[in-house]
């Protein structure tokens, strides 16, 4: 980094950034109010997820979840039924850990110090500073990917952003530059990096409130910003997806507490891709009798690390028996929360 020089520029960034935010931010429901546990909901729930998608879930969240004190009492089949859809459910689990660990050590007031919210489960140092400074005004930046992209245009730095230590000197860097309107540089700084300066698209830099100080726009180099280290290439996994239909019930079982998508429902699968004849002696296998093949389909889900290649088999059996739990349409619709990776496979049935 060019200290000097980029001292210079984050110091302009408040007397910049204030004053358009204040003009442009968007009217999101998070921003509604300064309350700790709406700031945080909100900031676990946009984990790796658009702001259009995650307006709904943020408000039939809160209304079946108004406190922290009944996240922490919910049930878990409930608490993911709620969050059913959003992905990444390692999260909903920490935030229900997060808010008994609240009750417990800190009689279930949200703490006010960014030492205790790191500390607790699931918060790191973007949705602890994220919180601390827009709930309580503390000097606590947020950096996120749209901040490092914002802060490698403005400083023409074309270090790789993905790395630990880069994000570290950037967090400090903005530290030293914070208003006592905290709360507002932060979300002006996300605002920026999520609106006109946003991923995968040209800089808006014309109409950038902060083109005047921004060595990218200066340089002609903000669009080839920021630099990622490349990419590991995901794991390819072939899975055959169960669709077991019994007299309008359906066969589900619980997935281990642990590793992936742990404690959520699915279909019955098992690795590979077996032909016809060989998925129907699974099916037996599993105590069941195939009674008549409706649909094979494939589709494919993708998770950060891992790709499914999926083949689903809709099946009409015999009896309800077998390992699993059976369950009505209504009752899956309702009560069963279903990864985004099986229910790809229910919404399909309606073409059965």
């Not at 630990?164 to 700084?189: H, I, N």
Request: aromatic fraction near 10%; proline fraction near 7%; charged fraction near 25%.
């Amino acid at each position: 980094m060019r200290a000097v020089e980029n001292r210079d520029i984050l110091s302009k960034l408040p007397s910049l950034l204030l004053p358009w935010y204040a003009e442009n931010r968007r009217q999101l429901p998070w921003r509604a109010d300064r309350e700790p546990y709406h700031i945080w909901l909100s900031e676990i729930m946009l984990q790796q997820t658009r702001v259009e998608a995650v307006k709904g879930y943020y408000a039939r969240f809160l209304t079946a979840l108004p406190t922290v004190a009944e996240l922490a009492d919910c049930d878990d089949d409930t608490l993911r039924k709620l969050w059913e859809g959003l992905g990444y459910y390692s999260r909903v689990r920490n935030l229900k850990k997060a808010a008994r660990q609240i009750m417990d050590r800190h009689g279930g007031v949200f703490p006010r110090t960014y030492e205790a919210v790191l500390a607790l489960p699931g918060i790191g140092a973007y949705t602890a500073g994220a919180i601390c400074s827009i709930a309580y005004g503390l000097p606590t930046p947020a950096v996120d990917g749209n901040v490092l992209r914002l802060f490698t245009r403005l400083t023409d730095d074309p270090s790789p952003i993905d790395a630990p230590a880069f994000r570290q000197q950037v967090t400090d860097a903005l530290a030293q530059v914070y208003p006592k309107e905290a709360g507002d540089f932060t979300q002006a700084l996300m605002e920026l990096g999520a609106t006109l300066c946003g991923p995968n698209r040209k800089p808006e830099c014309i109409v950038c409130p902060c083109r005047e100080v921004c060595l990218g726009y200066a340089h002609g180099t903000a669009e080839g910003l920021p630099v990622k280290a490349p990419k590991k290439q995901r794991r390819q996994e072939d899975r055959t997806v169960f669709i077991l239909r019994c007299g309008g019930q359906y066969a589900l079982q619980k997935r281990p507490e642990t590793g992936l998508l742990a404690g959520l429902w699915q279909f019955p699968n098992i690795p590979g891709h077996p032909d016809t004849a060989q998925a129907l002696a699974e099916v037996e296998r599993m105590g069941l009798r195939p009674r008549e093949l409706l649909r094979e389909v494939f589709r494919k889900h993708i998770f950060t690390h891992i790709q499914w290649n999926m083949k689903g088999i809709y099946l009409e059996v015999a009896e309800t028996a077998g390992d699993f739990q059976w369950f009505t349409e209504e009752q899956v619709n309702t009560q069963v929360a279903l990864p985004t990776a099986f229910r790809l496979f229910w919404e399909e049935r309606e073409h059965v």
